[in-house]
T-cell receptor, first 111, second 113 residues
Framework: SQQGEEDPQALSIQEGENATMNCSYK?????LQWYRQNSGRGLVHLIL?????REKHSGRLRVTLDTSKKSSSLLITASRAADTASYFC???????????FGRGTSLIVHP | DTAVSQTPKYLVTQMGNDKSIKCEQN?????MYWYKQDSKKFLKIMFS???????INETVPNRFSPKSPDKAHLNLHINSLELGDSAVYFC????????????FGSGTRLTVV
């Protein structure tokens, strides 16, 4: 069974709005990562947050991690049409270094 | 310089054929992976290989086999292709324990007819 589950499955917003995506997982992890996938392309690594970190920023991206709830969120502020993509979370379960992915959140940003 | 390159980008073939997808990384990473992404975008790990240990997802049919001639290459061989093998296959690499993300190739879209 898959480790990470993204929520919502699809998100449609206007340019300039913030987009929030969530990820829940089942077992203890070493770290959690977020990836973006543009249509027809490979996955691009966005940000990695370790299990002992609670929040991390990278440009317009903000990731939080709550290990007690086994959940993470990805916030994209001031979204742009170019942010339109699928976003995946991936987790490395403790004792394993094989990342497992959720089904992704499909984000559409309307200009 | 493409960090993780896989070829071919598109592969159309008939049922029953045997095919290979090649993957090369020039990042010096110690671990490489193959993933299968289905039509619903679900990414499923198939193999993980770090030239010492091959970890196989037990749900992967034994028609699929990884071959690693050296640390920078992990090719995927598929025997007796079936319609259900149609998907996008991604190669990825990472340096385990470095706390960095995984670098993905651009994918190979396999269509079995």
């Amino acid at each position: 069974s898959q480790q990470g589950e993204e929520d919502p499955q699809a998100l449609s917003i206007q340019e300039g709005e913030n987009a929030t995506m969530n990820c829940s997982y089942k077992t203890s992890i070493n770290n959690l990562q977020w990836y973006r996938q543009n249509s027809g392309r490979g996955l691009v690594h966005l940000i990695l947050i370790r299990s002992n970190e609670r929040e991390k920023h990278s440009g317009r991206l903000r990731v939080t991690l709550d290990t007690s709830k086994k959940s993470s969120s990805l916030l994209i502020t001031a979204s742009r049409a170019a942010d339109t993509a699928s976003y995946f979370c991936a987790t490395d379960a403790q004792g394993s270094y094989i990342p497992t992915f959720g089904r992704g959140t499909s984000l559409i940003v309307h200009p | 310089d493409t960090a993780v390159s896989q070829t071919p980008k598109y592969l159309v073939t008939q049922m029953g054929n045997d095919k290979s997808i090649k993957c090369e990384q020039n990042l010096g990473h110690d671990t490489m992976y193959w993933y299968k992404q289905d039509s619903k975008k679900f990414l499923k790990i198939m193999f993980s290989y770090n030239n010492k240990e091959l970890i196989i997802n037990e749900t992967v049919p034994n028609r699929f086999s990884p071959k690693s001639p050296d640390k920078a290459h992990l090719n995927l061989h598929i025997n007796s292709l079936e319609l259900g093998d149609s998907a996008v296959y991604f190669c990825a690499s990472s340096q385990v324990n470095m706390g960095h993300g995984y670098t993905f190739g651009s994918g190979t879209r396999l269509t079995v007819v």
